[in-house]
């Protein structure tokens, strides 16, 4: 079983920044893709920003493209995502997922970010 904590969230001001840190504990030595996910209020979840085993290659939903960058440590399965220059439409809770075999297969229980003056 892999755990995923997510940690880092918190009220922000409008224009502030925030980082968000999540830990997976996985057995085996693997790095795996993983990402963050959110849901904002009365919304689905939705995706924000994936980063492949390596830390080579990023993608980013629209949204947050420019303000937000997701990076990773060099060993285990620790990535942290930098959110820059927040909106209050950023207000959300924040899930980070690892990918097996191509699925989402393990999410953390999620992390407050609120976005208000």
């Known amino acids: 079983q892999v755990q995923v904590v997510e940690s880092g969230g918190g009220l922000v001001q409008p224009g502030g920044s925030l980082r968000l840190s999540c830990q997976a504990s996985?057995?085996?030595?693997?790095?795996?893709?993983m990402g963050w996910f959110r849901q904002r209020p009365g919304k689905e979840r939705e995706f924000v920003t994936t980063i492949s085993e390596s830390g080579g290659h990023t993608y980013y939903a629209d949204s947050v493209k420019g303000r937000f960058t997701i990076s990773r440590d060099d060993t285990g399965n620790t990535v942290h995502l930098q959110m820059d220059r927040l909106q209050p439409e950023d207000t959300a809770t924040y899930y980070c997922a690892v990918q097996f075999q191509g699925n989402w297969a393990y999410w953390g229980q999620g992390t407050q970010v609120t976005v208000s003056s």
């Open positions: 996985v057995r085996t030595s693997s790095k795996h893709v």
